[in-house]
């Protein structure tokens, strides 16, 4: 595999991120779950690395997200900060770790960042912003995550996209206000119309919404790793694009992937048809 020619880059920071949003400067972030990863993401440009509870499927052969616990995120945030040198990473607070009350989202948190991590990740909407607040006046950046939110599968009945209807539309919208008046400063939206994300993003303008399947509204994009790489095996959701297609090493692969998120040509709106 070639290695990118690297100019090392300066940390990325909070701040320097928010400089990026007010600048309108696409936010790029793809899955890490291991050091050699992180590394390649990393020198490839990628601003934020996410240790996503994907890991539950990518990496653990898991059916879904649900069976991922706290030792195991902490575990890869560990593996993916001693191959990061300057990407922002975001560390997932997995099923189970935020859900019973703040306090116990602030033992969850303090551990991901122990780890490593310079900020956490939660799902869920506007019940989880209390717990919001408790974080971010405790020192944690939080990005929420809204719309299809996969530790929710078994009650949402699949991988379904949210807030299609009208009514959806206006609760998805709800929610991600009073989680940014909450103090998330990043937000993922998750397959979903991209008019409603292009909404949320507008009814927010200071927050960072990091979309995945929602179209092209939003401050930034974020996929999994091996599905951009084409490495994942089953069906993969239509909205992701294989960046190895056009051959070269990974690094190439995850390089297109930047170039085309901030160039504004991934995702592209006119196959984005929810
Ligand atoms: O866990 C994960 O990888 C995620 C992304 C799909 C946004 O939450």
Redesign the pocket.
Known sequence: MSTPAVTPRKPVTLHRLREMHAQGDKITML?AYDATFARVVDEAGVDCI?V????GMIVQGQSS?VPVSLDEMVYHTRCVVRGNRSAWVVG?LPFGSYQASREQALHASIALMQAGANMV?L?GGGWTADTVLFLTERGIPVCA?LGLT?QSVHALGGYRIQGRDEAGAQTMRKHATELSQAGAVMM?L?LMPSAVARQVQADNPGLMT?G?GAGQGTAGQ?L?LHDMLNITRGKLPRFVRNFAAEGGSVDDAVIRYVRAVKEGSFPDESLHAY
């Open positions: 899955t996410l996503g509870d994907s890991l997200t997932d990740k799902e995550h996969p993922v998750e990091i995945i974020v999994v």
